[in-house]
């Protein structure tokens, strides 16, 4: 994708590697066309998995006869280097996450030993995900020497566990790059990209002249190097198995649909709520027992698990007797209302129905992505933010649907009432949605926490701007 801001243009890569090439004693052509045939191969694979027509991409050498590669689907200059080239310019930085408000979206930067490891625009809601991430990394490679710089954000606004190593910036990229020094760094057609990589073969043949020169003195090196590792070599493991094939075409039309199929999530959590509500209005469970946790899954639809547990003080109690007729009684009810219960000490666990596990929904018909679509994760992620934290990831992907995964983490609810229960399902209704799971954990006073993970699916098409599925029988 690519966004405009003011006269700039980014195009956000979706792929960045580094390309391991092989030069060795080849001729400088040799040398370049394996460089070239490197391009063309990632080229290839990139754009099987991109729905655009075109495929743009960027090379830069990385030294030791690699390459750093960044592909995308649009033209435009490259947010990260942009960032990386400024910064280094002006504050020798290497290890560092930078973040800038433009317009309605933050960029955000990851750079790590002065190579740019991920760049994007996200949403304020997405803003503090991504720079999570991106901090975990650091202080993975750079604990304790990384810098998080920023413009036009206020700090308050930026989680971080370390607020002294934040440093507000009073420039903006956009206005370097405005008087950059040199050509800013942008993707190019991937073909005329392959005609470059000839540039950058020339640039590594004093690699490949050492290398020449020191192979015959090396050789002695490596032969007995490889005497001393025959005879104290670990055995090798035992060879991976091969991907399975993809699937047929007809058989990931009938995936699509069975999952399309699915009881409506607009359905489905107002349901639980019904079956958690109808548990505690008994006059035997809601009295005696604590909850602890609620929990159902996709694979086990057709029940809601409440874990409860009984206070050691109201055991021998006026109201419970002792603890065999007590356990007999609570047999006997949870029978009479087709419940399963399970005990475990002064523990038991309750499996109830829910009704609309069962109902046949009407099929949701397959949708393409667009952003002005009502469950596009940009759209629901800033509505859903009003109640917890959203992160989103991709999912599954084939030739015939596409997935995100949503998780939405909730803290302090009133699940109790019908207020959230009845929001989420109006919210949820009729669209393209798969619910995975829902949980929830008993918090302070009668509040509870809760974790709600759900699929977003949408049929491959032809190209971004298709609003046509790709096949048509998914």
Same mark, same amino acid.
């Given at each position: ?168 910036? #009073?420039? *903006?990229? @956009?206005?370097?790059?405005? %008087?950059?020094? +040199?050509?800013? =760094? ?5 073909? &005329? ?61 009938? #995936?699509? *649909?069975? @999952?399309?199929?699915?009881? %409506?999530?607009? +359905?489905?959590? =107002? ?5 958690? &509500? ?72 309750f499996s109830l129905p829910v009704d609309a596990s069962n109902r046949v929904d009407e099929l949701r018909l397959p949708q393409p992505l667009a952003e002005g679509n009502p469950w596009h994760r940009k759209r629901l992620g800033g509505e859903l ?90």
């Open positions: 994708m690519s966004l405009v801001i003011g006269r700039e243009s980014f195009a956000l890569p979706v792929v960045r590697e580094t390309a391991q090439l092989s030069i060795g004693i080849e001729s400088l052509r040799s040398s370049s066309a394996t460089i070239a045939a490197t391009a063309r191969r990632r080229a290839r694979l990139m754009q099987s998995v991109f729905e655009d027509d075109d495929l743009f991409a960027w090379f830069e050498p990385a030294g030791n006869g690699s390459l750093y590669c960044a592909f995308a689907t649009e033209p435009g200059y490259l947010l990260g280097e942009n960032v990386r080239n400024w910064l280094r310019e002006e504050v020798h930085a290497r290890d560092f996450v930078y973040c800038e408000r433009m317009g309605n979206e933050r960029a955000v930067v990851l750079v790590i030993d002065g190579h740019v490891i991920k760049d994007a625009l996200v949403s304020g809601y997405e803003l503090n995900v991504e720079l999570r991430h991106a901090l975990t990394r650091l202080d993975a490679v750079a604990p304790g020497v990384y810098t998080v710089f920023f413009h036009g954000i206020e700090v308050q606004d930026l989680e971080l566990p370390d607020r002294s190593r934040a440093v507000p910036l #009073e420039d *903006s990229v @956009l206005d370097w790059m405005e %008087d950059a020094p +040199e050509p800013l =760094p942008e993707l190019s057609p991937t073909n &005329r990209a392959i005609r470059a990589i000839d540039v950058v073969a020339k640039r590594l043949r004093q690699l490949r002249i050492v290398r020449t020169v020191s192979l015959s003195v090396g050789s002695l090196v490596v032969a007995a190097a490889g005497v001393y590792w025959w005879q104290n070599r670990v055995p090798p493991p035992p060879p991976e198995d091969a991907p399975p094939p993809p699937l047929p075409i007809e058989q990931l039309n009938a #995936e699509y *649909s069975d @999952l399309l199929g699915t009881p %409506d999530p607009g +359905e489905l959590i =107002p349901a639980m709520h019904r079956a958690y &509500r109808l548990f505690l209005s008994d006059t035997l469970f809601g009295e005696l027992l604590s909850v602890r946790k609620l929990q159902w899954t996709r694979t086990d639809g057709d029940r809601l698990t409440i874990e409860t547990s009984l206070p050691p003080e109201v055991l021998g109690g006026p109201r419970s007797g002792p603890r065999d007729a007590l356990l007999d009684q609570m047999r006997r009810r949870a029978g009479v209302q087709g419940w399963r219960i399970v005990f475990s000490g002064l523990d038991a666990t933010e009003a109640l917890g934290t959203v992160t989103v990831s991709p999912g599954p992907l084939n030739q015939v649907y596409r997935g995100f995964s949503t998780l939405l983490e909730l803290q302090g609810v009133e699940w109790s009432t019908g207020g959230t229960a009845a929001w989420l399902g109006d919210r949820l209704a009729g669209g393209p949605l798969v619910l995975e799971s829902v949980e929830f954990e008993s918090g302070r006073g009668a509040a509870m926490d809760g974790r709600i993970q759900f699929t977003t699916l949408w049929c491959v098409t032809e190209n971004a701007s298709a609003r046509r599925c790709l096949h048509e029988s998914a």
